[in-house]
């Protein structure tokens, strides 16, 4: 148990450091592909079934993410190959097995890297500050904030879940349960209130501190009273409470509420992207 403790604490104090180095404040959400590109390590995009992740260290440190995955795998699965390198592992190669993950969770590397990946995109700071400006419980959050709020972070549900279990320890068990007892697709269908197979982001006032990182097909709340500019975006609904908008096209764009005084810029990757994720949301002169 002590071994496993300072564990932990190493991979906390390392995604902390890491954060303070890059001038990232630890209570703001972030991006890890921006991350692992301000480390000068370079990103690529596959889609492959069978990809996880992979870390090719080196003089040219390179990640390689399986673009099949759900995006906030994505996100994980990059924050944790940044462990690799962060903590100077060899070549990684992550297995996505179906039902289970990641194949190698085992390895004590693996399991560095996925404390340290935790900690980057979650730390306790950055997940309070979602929950509190929201004016939401951490330790008995309904299912639609845990899902708003893992979309803030950039994380998907279900990892959200366990985090504020198992790492920030702020729900007890009668609430993970519950919250567990929830699919994404169910919390989706609640807030759209219809079905609704493609992912939904809820983007309110609060989303300041990073970009809002759209897939094609993705839809997205804007505050009421919101417009978009840029090709990349169309608005599909507008009512009282929200306006929604869907990713149509690879680019940017940009959203803003002149009443709230709200802005954001808004990027939009192809789905099942194959590349450099240097280049994910440069406009298609072919989808014009």
């Known amino acids: 148990m002590p071994a496993a403790i300072d564990v932990a604490r190493l991979a906390l104090r390392r995604a902390i450091e890491l954060r303070k180095r890059l001038a990232i404040p630890t209570d703001h959400a972030v991006c890890a592909v921006d991350v692992a590109q301000q480390l000068d390590v370079e990103v690529w995009y596959k889609p492959l079934a069978s990809l996880a992740g992979m870390y090719s260290g080196g003089d040219d440190p390179t990640i390689v993410i399986g ?5 906030g795998y994505q996100a994980s699965t990059c924050a944790h190959e940044i462990g690799h390198h962060v903590f100077g592992h060899g070549t990684k190669v992550d297995e996505y097995v179906e039902g289970v993950g990641r194949s190698r969770a085992q390895d004590p590397e693996e399991t ?4 340290f990946g935790g900690h980057l995109l979650m730390p306790h700071a950055a997940v309070a500050r979602v929950f509190s400006l929201r004016g939401w419980s951490m330790s008995s959050p309904a299912p639609e904030h845990v899902f708003i709020a893992a979309g803030h972070l950039g994380v998907g549900y279900q990892t959200l879940v366990h ?5 920030i320890r702020s ?3 009668t609430a993970f349960d519950h919250l567990l007892g929830f699919q994404a697709k169910s919390i989706r269908q609640t807030l759209t209130g219809r079905p609704t197979p ?3 982001f809820v983007v309110d006032r609060h989303w300041s501190d990073r970009p809002v990182d759209l897939v094609v097909g993705d839809l997205a709340f804007l505050p009421a009273g919101s417009r978009s500019e840029g090709s990349a975006v169309e608005i599909v609904d507008q009512s009282a409470e929200r306006v929604t908008i869907r990713a149509v ?14 802005s954001s810029f808004i990027r939009v ?5 194959d590349g450099a994720a240097v280049h994910r949301h440069l406009e298609d002169p072919d989808e014009s």
Do not use: F, Q
């Not at 990757?269 to 992207?273: F, G, L």
């Open 269 to 273: 990757m192809p789905k099942c992207y």
């Open 198 to 200: 493609e992912n939904v």
């Open 249 to 262: 096209r690879r680019g940017l764009a940009r959203a803003e509420d002149a009443r709230a005084e709200w």
């Open 171 to 173: 729900i007890a068990g």
């Open 67 to 71: 673009s099949d995955r759900p995006a």
């Open 163 to 167: 985090h504020l279990r198992w790492t």
């Open 112 to 115: 560095i890297a996925n404390l």
